[in-house]
T-cell receptor
Framework: SQQGEEDPQALSIQEGENATMNCSYK?????LQWYRQNSGRGLVHLIL?????REKHSGRLRVTLDTSKKSSSLLITASRAADTASYFC????????????FGKGMKLTVNP | KAGVTQTPRYLIKTRGQQVTLSCSPI?????VSWYQQTPGQGLQFLFE???????NKGNFPGRFSGRQFSNSRSEMNVSTLELGDSALYLC????????????FGAGTRLSVL
């Protein structure tokens, strides 16, 4: 079964607005990662946050992690049309098998 | 460094046939993972190879198999294709273990008619 669940499943915003995506998971994790996928292509890694970190930034991206609530959020600030893509969270379980488990993804549309 | 290369990019097969997909990881990466992506099921983990050994396996039937060569290149094989095997098959490589950052290829789009 999927470990991560992104919310909302789809989001449509205007260029310049901020986009927030949430991810919930079920078990203790080693790390949580966010990936982006442009239509029909491979996934691109965006950011990794470890279980002992609470917040991380990379350019216009800000990721938070709340292990007590088993949730993470990805904030994209000042969105651009090029940010239109599907976004996935992926978790690596703590102490479990070392594979990454991906959520079903969230479709972000940024309108020019 | 060259990225992850998957070949072919597109494949059309008929039911009952078999297919082999190829993946060349980033130079120096020893872990190769395979995923199946469909609109209904999302991204499903197939298996992971490390140093020519299968280290993890997802919940797929035995028709799905893979292998890894000494140069870390990997192949996956699907025998007796079914219509439901139509999907985007993605390969990803990482430095040591699959829980690290994964670098994905562009995928192979398989259509089963």
């Amino acid at each position: 079964s999927q470990q991560g669940e992104e919310d909302p499943q789809a989001l449509s915003i205007q260029e310049g607005e901020n986009a927030t995506m949430n991810c919930s998971y079920k078990t203790s994790i080693n790390n949580l990662q966010w990936y982006r996928q442009n239509s029909g292509r491979g996934l691109v890694h965006l950011i990794l946050i470890r279980s002992n970190e609470r917040e991380k930034h990379s350019g216009r991206l800000r990721v938070t992690l709340d292990t007590s609530k088993k949730s993470s959020s990805l904030l994209i600030t000042a969105s651009r049309a090029a940010d239109t893509a599907s976004y996935f969270c992926a978790t690596a379980r703590q102490g479990g098998s070392e594979k990454l488990v991906f959520g079903k993804g969230m479709k972000l549309t940024v309108n020019p | 460094k060259a990225g992850v290369t998957q070949t072919p990019r597109y494949l059309i097969k008929t039911r009952g046939q078999q297919v082999t997909l190829s993946c060349s990881p980033i130079s120096g990466h020893r872990s190769v993972s395979w995923y199946q992506q469909t609109p209904g099921q999302g991204l499903q983990f197939l298996f992971e190879y490390f140093s020519e050994t299968q280290r993890n396996k997802g919940n797929f039937p035995g028709r799905f198999s893979g292998r890894q060569f000494s140069n870390s290149r990997s192949e996956m094989n699907v025998s007796t294709l079914e219509l439901g095997d139509s999907a985007l098959y993605l390969c990803a490589s990482s430095l040591f273990v699959a829980k690290n950052i994964q670098y994905f290829g562009a995928g192979t789009r398989l259509s089963v008619l």
